[in-house]
T-cell receptor, first 117, second 118 residues
Framework: AQSVAQPEDQVNVAEGNPLTVKCTYSVSGNPYLFWYVQYPNRGLQFLLKYITGDNLVKGSYGFEAEFNKSQTSFHLKKPSALVSDSALYFCAVRDITRGTGGFKTIFGAGTRLFVKA | DGGITQSPKYLFRKEGQNVTLSCEQNLNHDAMYWYRQDPGQGLRLIYYSQIVNDFQKGDIAEGYSVSREKKESFPLTVTSAQKNPTAFYLC?????????????????FGPGTRLTVL
């Protein structure tokens, strides 16, 4: 079964410093990986995804993620954090096993990012 | 503007009542999903539908029901059989129905409905 883990419940970083939000995955076959962000009382917004190709994926709002196959990781990064980046971040993997119902996305438990001014 | 709408934003339910949460999309997406979000647990899949008049149970379907009579609409009913329904409910959609690269589609989410049992 495919799964995704976010080992940190919370990440604290000072504004202007680089940030990393960690994600590891377990899949059979090639992984399709996603990052989403959620602001309070809102739905999730897509940040970026890895399908194939370059291991460094660039996304919205200056975020990027590095796919590392040997470590089965897909960590989210940003060179310089902003206070407005404070939110809940979800890593997700697409279940490519085609059952009778099609495809599902499996989400991690989420990591809350606090950026302090 | 294309997008997904959910209503109401806040919903209060008395014990023993059924309530229905609305989800509508004008993105012309084939697939639609319902998730439940609880603090510290991330998103859990309740039901999903890949095509009109067909839907599948997710991981926590007990106490919930859905219908998919129209492509644009995927309402969720929280029945009295759901013992702990207080949560934040999110609806999502994707374009993909097929396999291969189609399965890489991004999910688009609605703003959510917060359900509270009184």
């Amino acid at each position: 079964a495919q799964s995704v883990a976010q080992p940190e419940d919370q990440v604290n970083v000072a504004e202007g410093n680089p940030l990393t939000v960690k994600c590891t995955y377990s899949v059979s076959g090639n992984p399709y990986l996603f990052w989403y962000v959620q602001y309070p009382n809102r739905g999730l917004q897509f940040l970026l995804k890895y399908i194939t190709g370059d291991n460094l994926v660039k996304g919205s709002y200056g975020f990027e993620a590095e796919f590392n196959k040997s470590q089965t990781s897909f960590h989210l990064k940003k060179p310089s954090a902003l206070v407005s980046d404070s939110a809940l971040y979800f890593c997700a993997v697409r279940d490519i096993t085609r059952g009778t119902g099609g495809f599902k996305t499996i989400f991690g438990a989420g990591t809350r990012l606090f950026v302090k001014a | 503007d294309g997008g997904i709408t959910q209503s109401p934003k806040y919903l209060f339910r008395k014990e023993g009542q059924n309530v229905t949460l609305s989800c509508e999309q004008n993105l012309n997406h084939d697939a639609m999903y319902w998730y439940r979000q609880d603090p510290g647990q991330g998103l859990r899949l309740i039901y999903y539908s890949q095509i009109v008049n067909d839907f599948q149970k997710g991981d926590i379907a007990e106490g919930y029901s859905v219908s998919r009579e129209k492509k644009e609409s995927f309402p969720l009913t929280v029945t009295s059989a759901q013992k702990n329904p207080t949560a934040f409910y999110l609806c999502a959609s994707t374009r993909a129905v097929g396999g291969g690269l189609m399965s890489t589609d991004t999910q688009y989410f609605g703003p959510g409905t917060r359900l509270t049992v009184l």
